[in-house]
């Protein structure tokens, strides 16, 4: 784990979220799971601002993945519909 206070805060809902997402089957079954995770990370981007912290800095990495495959499973479930 990451040593960053802000996602250590967020991991426990980050986690469930994604846990969700992969039991659910299909795109249709993920999209309310992911606009949930695309949210919460959105929030904690937020909440770290401007940093030089090394930790801080692989958090946000971890958080840009997590925004990006989110957002891949929300495009997946528009071209479903």
Same mark, same amino acid.
């Given at each position: 784990?990451?040593?960053?206070?802000?996602?250590?805060?967020?991991?426990? #809902?980050? $986690?469930? =979220?994604? !846990? *969700?997402?992969?039991?659910?089957? +299909?795109?249709? $079954?993920?999209?309310?799971?992911?606009? *949930?995770?695309? /949210? !919460? #990370?959105?929030? %904690? =981007? &937020?909440?770290? +601002?401007? /940093? +030089?912290?090394?930790?801080?800095? &692989?958090?946000?990495? %971890?958080? +840009?993945?997590? !925004? /990006? /495959? %989110?957002?891949?499973?929300?495009? &997946? *479930?528009? =071209? &479903?519909?």
């Amino acid at each position: 784990m990451i040593p960053c206070p802000i996602c250590q805060r967020a991991n426990p #809902v980050i $986690e469930s =979220l994604n !846990k *969700q997402i992969n039991q659910a089957r +299909g795109p249709k $079954e993920k999209a309310p799971f992911a606009k *949930q995770l695309l /949210t !919460k #990370v959105e929030d %904690v =981007l &937020a909440e770290h +601002g401007p /940093t +030089g912290d090394p930790a801080a800095k &692989a958090c946000l990495s %971890v958080l +840009g993945l997590r !925004k /990006t /495959t %989110v957002e891949l499973i929300l495009k &997946a *479930q528009k =071209l &479903a519909d």
